[in-house]
């Protein structure tokens, strides 16, 4: 039996790959359209290990994600596949329509088929795990209850539109067709692996060079924050003991404004790579314009998932934040293939003369 992960070459998704070939259990077959978030520098651990197949595709392709269905006879799915980055969304969201909202479409299609061909054991065994966000749920006003389960699909950006979408038609095929799908909705990831448009890791990244950090608007934006790894550990207590049907949110209890993590990472910059003359990395933030339709608070209620399933997360905000930091030093060689052209054509892209070129 096999776990088919889509998207598996990106950032939480190929953390997620690695820790189930860590953990040594079924083998994993891989399917991502490495576009310009995946890259198989990131599965590098992996590439050795006869358990891990990686098939460079795409899943609106019906009839290749049908073949490795049952080819593999696959007993699940964790969806990662899409279109993930808001910004872009913003300037340009048809890519985020094709994937994240058709892409998962074809996905159910393909499995809704595979499934009806199983027995009636391995049927009722099958999961599809569908990874959304916590951005289908709209902005929190400042004194708001955190989003639980029973909160309801406000997205404010065509990205969380597309993945609200998704989830709706993932929600549907349980309803109708009996598919045994479970959605969970994360907060904001950090740590390894994670494309430097993020605010984390760009501001890691530009920091380290003494480049300008640019913080959106008034830098109050308020978004919780999980380390990836606390992540794939959540999705795997999803697959193993989620009930199919449900909903799960997932979260790192660590509400933070956007001025305040930067300000965390600067003074581990400033203890791990220092600046020339003393200067504080801090002194780099610049306030540029801010996103249209900026979501002003996420908060994450993550109740039910640690009584039904056991899960909390292992790192808080100052544990996890030093491991990301001391990461990226480390690994120059991932940092450099990851800034090549579509990253600095990025830059440009959104920040024009807002914050200067690499
Ligand atoms: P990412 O952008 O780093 O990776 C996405 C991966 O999907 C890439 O490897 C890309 O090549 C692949 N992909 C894109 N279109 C594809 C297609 N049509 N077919 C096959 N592969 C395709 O994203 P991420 O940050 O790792 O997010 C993974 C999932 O988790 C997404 O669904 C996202 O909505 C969700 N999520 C992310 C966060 C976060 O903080 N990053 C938080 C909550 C939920
Ligand atoms: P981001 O990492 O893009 O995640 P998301 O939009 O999914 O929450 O952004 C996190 C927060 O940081 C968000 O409020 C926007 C803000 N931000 C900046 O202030 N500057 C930046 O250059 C970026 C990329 C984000």
């Given at each position: ?29 891989n399917?991502d ?17 006869p ?20 080819q ?6 964790v ?8 910004d ?125 950090l ?21 999705l ?5 003991g ?12 660590c509400?933070?404004a ?8 600067c003074?581990?910059?400033d ?34 998932i ?53």
């Amino acid at each position: 039996m096999t776990i088919l992960v889509t998207g598996g070459a990106g950032f939480i998704g190929a953390n997620f790959v690695l820790s189930c070939l860590r953990a040594g259990e079924e083998p994993v077959v891989n399917l991502d359209k490495l576009t310009y978030a995946g890259n198989l520098g990131s599965l590098a651990a992996a590439s050795a290990n006869p358990r891990h197949l990686f098939v460079k595709g795409d899943i609106c392709d019906l009839e290749l994600v049908s073949d490795l269905l049952r080819q593999h006879a696959v007993r699940a799915i964790v969806h990662f596949a899409a279109e993930s980055h808001v910004d872009r969304s913003i300037r340009g969201p048809e890519d985020f329509i094709r994937t994240n909202i058709t892409g998962t479409f074809r996905l159910l299609e393909a499995t809704r088929s595979y499934v009806a061909t199983l027995p009636a054991a391995a049927r009722e065994a099958f999961r599809f795990v569908n990874v959304s966000t916590d951005e289908v749920f709209g902005s929190l006003g400042p004194d708001a209850i955190p989003f639980d389960e029973t909160s309801g699909y406000f997205p404010n950006s065509p990205y969380s539109a597309s993945k609200a979408a998704g989830d709706h038609l993932v929600r549907s095929y349980f309803h109708t067709y009996g598919l045994p799908v479970i959605t969970t909705h994360c907060s904001n990831n950090y740590g390894p692996f994670q494309f430097p448009e993020k605010l984390i890791p760009l501001v890691i990244l530009r920091g380290q060079k003494g480049e300008s950090l640019p913080v959106y608007g008034d830098g109050m934006n308020v978004r919780d924050w999980l380390y990836v790894e606390d992540h794939c550990e959540a999705l795997r207590a999803v697959l193993a003991g989620g009930k199919p049907g449900a909903t799960y949110n997932i979260g790192g209890d660590c509400e933070k404004a956007n001025l305040d993590v930067v300000h965390e990472v600067c003074a581990l910059l400033d203890e791990l790579h220092p600046l020339p003359g003393e200067k504080a990395h801090r002194e780099l933030v610049r306030f540029v314009a801010d996103r249209p339709g900026h979501d002003r608070r996420y908060a994450i209620d993550a109740g039910k998932i640690r009584r039904e399933l056991g899960w909390r997360p292992a790192e808080d905000f100052r544990s996890g934040i030093r491991k990301t930091v001391v990461w990226y030093l480390q690994n120059q060689d991932w940092v450099n293939d990851v800034s090549s052209g579509e990253y600095r054509n990025w830059l440009a892209t959104n920040y024009g003369s807002g914050v200067d070129a690499q």
